[in-house]
T-cell receptor
Framework: SQQGEEDPQALSIQEGENATMNCSYK?????LQWYRQNSGRGLVHLIL?????REKHSGRLRVTLDTSKKSSSLLITASRAADTASYFC?????????????FGTGTQLKVEL | DAGVTQSPTHLIKTRGQQVTLRCSPK?????VSWYQQALGQGPQFIFQ???????QRGNFPDRFSGHQFPNYSSELNVNALLLGDSALYLC???FGGGLAKNIQYFGAGTRLSVL
């Protein structure tokens, strides 16, 4: 079963605008991660935020985490057409071999010229 | 440095058949996880292999089995295929040790169609 729900399911914006995607989850986390997927192929890791962190930045990406509300958001600033993809949040659970990821349902982002 | 490689890229099978998917992890990685992604959905965790043993398993029936070899490569086997097994199967590798910072790197996937 999928733990997270992304909101919105689909988002269409103009190039240069900011895109915000939200993620909610149901159980406690060790960490929360965001991934990007182009055209139904492999996923690319974007950013990891630990449960004791509140905000993290990476280039044009900003992720926030509110463990009291069990929610996270991903902000992409100054979007580009190349940012068009599906974005997934994933709850990270530590196992002996590293993280077990439980993905949400994803947000389809379309950035138009 | 090659990333995670999966083979084959596409596969067409009929109901009741068996299939084997293969994955070679990124150099230096010793942990392999498998995910199933149905169309329009997020990936779902099947199982994870570390030190040649299945360490974690998701909510998948015993028809799904796997193996990890001494060189860390892995296979996913699915028996008695059902139409509902049609999906993109993703392999991800990471360096073990139970550290949150050890993120997973994904292959491009194998698209399985069951007719």
């Amino acid at each position: 079963s999928q733990q997270g729900e992304e909101d919105p399911q689909a988002l269409s914006i103009q190039e240069g605008e900011n895109a915000t995607m939200n993620c909610s989850y149901k159980t406690s986390i060790n960490n929360l991660q965001w991934y990007r997927q182009n055209s139904g192929r492999g996923l690319v890791h974007l950013i990891l935020i630990r449960s004791n962190e509140r905000e993290k930045h990476s280039g044009r990406l900003r992720v926030t985490l509110d463990t009291s509300k069990k929610s996270s958001s991903l902000l992409i600033t100054a979007s580009r057409a190349a940012d068009t993809a599906s974005y997934f949040c994933a709850r990270g659970e530590l196992t002996g071999g590293g993280n077990k990821l439980t993905f949400g349902t994803g947000t389809q982002l379309k950035v138009e010229l | 440095d090659a990333g995670v490689t999966q083979s084959p890229t596409h596969l067409i099978k009929t109901r009741g058949q068996q299939v084997t998917l293969r994955c070679s992890p990124k150099s230096g990685h010793d942990t392999v996880s498998w995910y199933q992604q149905a169309l329009g959905q997020g990936p779902q965790f099947i199982f994870q292999y570390y030190e040649e043993e299945e360490r974690q398993r998701g909510n998948f029936p015993d028809r799904f089995s796997g193996h990890q070899f001494p060189n860390y490569s892995s296979e996913l086997n699915v028996n008695a295929l059902l139409l509902g097994d049609s999906a993109l199967y993703l392999c991800a590798s990471s360096f073990g040790g139970g550290l949150a910072k050890n993120i997973q790197y994904f292959g491009a996937g194998t698209r399985l169609s069951v007719l």
